[in-house]
């Protein structure tokens, strides 16, 4: 005589199962969201650092001065650095590099003495001094700093915190 063995759930323990689940879901939800954010922040500090840097290496390799500057549209300098920016050799409407971002819930802010920032030659940005931060939610994620050397640094959380005045 063959024996069968079924095996299968109970509605009670696939009932418990699903609650278990969803109660798991429910708590890993804003943990995800958060490193989704912070994730797409992260993305745009390396993009905005990479053009800088890419800038300031194009003058010095070129022999020719570069500058970054806000666009709208890819094309043409601008003021809002939201939209995007553009790598442009100065004096020429060529446009060396762009970047556009989609819309996003952040405020990108750059503070400094002109709203262009030119790269000579040999690499220095004399009126370029000045910073770039990112506001989320009223608090400052992030900070790149450049100096009139030309040099881009990324700030500290605790130089973050100091600086946290700018997003209020």
């Not at 709208?72 to 939201?82: R, S, T, V, Y």
Request: hydrophobic fraction near 40%; glycine fraction near 8%; aromatic fraction near 6%.
């Amino acid at each position: 005589m063959l024996y069968s063995s079924q095996q299968g759930l109970t509605l009670p323990e696939l009932l418990i199962t699903l609650s278990l689940i969803s109660l798991l879901a429910a708590i890993a939800t804003p943990d995800f969201r958060r490193l989704i954010e912070s994730n797409r922040q992260q993305a745009l500090q390396d993009r905005l650092l990479h053009s800088l840097q890419q800038a300031r290496a194009r003058a010095v390799i070129e022999g020719r001065s570069v500058e970054v500057c806000a666009s709208e549209d890819g094309e043409q300098c601008g003021a809002d650095w939201n939209k995007g920016w553009i790598l442009k050799a100065v004096g020429r409407e060529e446009t060396l590099a762009a970047e556009q971002l989609s819309p996003a819930t952040h405020r990108l802010h750059w503070q400094g003495f002109t709203q262009r920032i030119v790269f000579h030659a040999n690499g220095q940005s004399p009126t370029g001094n000045g910073r770039f931060y990112l506001c989320q939610d009223g608090d400052l994620a992030w900070q790149l700093v450049l100096n009139r050397q030309g040099r881009v640094r990324i700030s500290t959380k605790a130089e973050n915190r100091k600086e946290a005045h700018r997003c209020g």
